[in-house]
């Protein structure tokens, strides 16, 4: 069966976002500091439509966000719009008319809403019932493929809780938040078991891969 | 001028101790596991007089942590035998007759006490008129060599808000402790700036030194 695997920028203090997100500040105040050993990569910037850019130790990281998965899932607050019901549904996410999905996105919600097809492939499915539906939708639409957890903070929390998360990549940035969304809080008794599978020194950042060996829930 | 450097184990959910601190727990519940990394290396095992032991990439980190350093700087906490006034001064610390630090050893506390010269070199001075002096006076006894900043995290966080910092390792393990003591948590306004040095793979944990480049306070 296809692996759920979750690839997250975490500050050394723990937030994957910083204090009063807003739609002007999706990330929060300071979030935009989490990133910044991604922009700058030819993997980022060739995914993004952009010529040039570096190659180095987290380039195999960039490329695995995406690469080899054939559906995501991510929460309601990642995809943004809220919080609250879609109004008139103007709101299309973050990412404008080409998303860089390029392939089925299930965002979790309690409010109903009708598919919104993009360019390039990327089609947002709104799962109003839970997260094993929207991981058991994403596991159809990958086929063979993989199918990655976006996050934010909440949904990796969930799925890692319920048992339901196999891999984990932690970049951890030398960043202090000070507060706004913490990645690992409510994660439930008894908590999940992770093994370190890997670090990869990186400009900037260190990566961690994990994987579950005891489901928590 | 020698330099304050911190050697410090974390859980991934940031906790350098477990919930429930006590005599009979002084990590606090599941904080054990947090050291699991240290205790079957051969640089550990020889600092406690013991043969044998494994040599792995956490080796020269675990040389690193006493090594070099001519004093040690320690929370009340870490010495234990608190909270409160001394008593009876029965309470030598956790360490036994001839502890593993070989040179003195400062200790934070708002309670005075006598120095406490035990065995191998190691004198326990407690410093009740704050961090500064504290610093100034392991910096003395330290001479030409580096001082060490044990912990635990409340000491941690003052000499870092303080701007006091030089160097910082992190050792990550892939637990979840859940609460306890956290380490990165009132660090002032500005936070301190860090600029990560290099990252280590280790068998079950990832270690991360960084430098001070801004300073908090």
Same mark, same amino acid.
């Given at each position: 069966m296809s692996k759920?695997?979750?690839?997250i920028t975490m500050s050394l203090d723990g937030f994957v976002a910083g204090p009063n997100q807003s739609l002007g500040d999706p990330l929060g !105040?300071?979030?935009?500091q989490l990133h910044q050993w991604l922009f700058p990569l030819r993997a980022f910037r060739e995914s993004h439509g952009e010529a040039g850019g570096e190659?180095?130790?987290?380039?195999?990281?960039?490329?695995g966000i995406?690469?080899?998965?054939?559906?995501? !899932?991510m929460g309601r607050n990642m995809f943004g719009g809220g919080p609250?019901?879609?109004?008139?549904q103007s709101?299309?996410?973050?990412w404008g008319d080409d998303p860089p999905y390029h392939h089925p996105v299930f965002v979790l919600t309690s409010h109903p809403r009708e598919p919104l097809e993009l360019q390039g492939g990327t089609t947002f499915y709104f799962v109003t019932d839970g997260i094993e539906s929207a991981l058991e939708q994403a596991r159809v639409a990958a086929g063979e493929q993989d199918v990655s957890l976006g996050g934010g903070a909440n949904a990796v929390q969930q799925y890692l809780a319920?048992?339901?998360?196999d891999e984990l990549l932690i970049s951890v940035v030398p960043i202090f938040l000070g507060g706004g969304a913490r990645l690992f809080d409510n994660l439930g008794d008894p908590v999940p078991e992770?093994?370190?599978v890997e670090a990869i020194d990186a400009p900037g950042v260190t990566h961690i891969r994990f994987v579950t060996t005891r489901r928590g829930g």
């Open positions: 759920l695997r979750s690839t !105040i300071g979030g935009e190659v180095n130790a987290s380039t195999p990281v960039a490329e995406l690469g080899g998965t054939g559906a995501t !899932i609250g019901g879609w109004g008139d709101w299309q996410g973050w319920a048992g339901l998360l992770l093994e370190q």
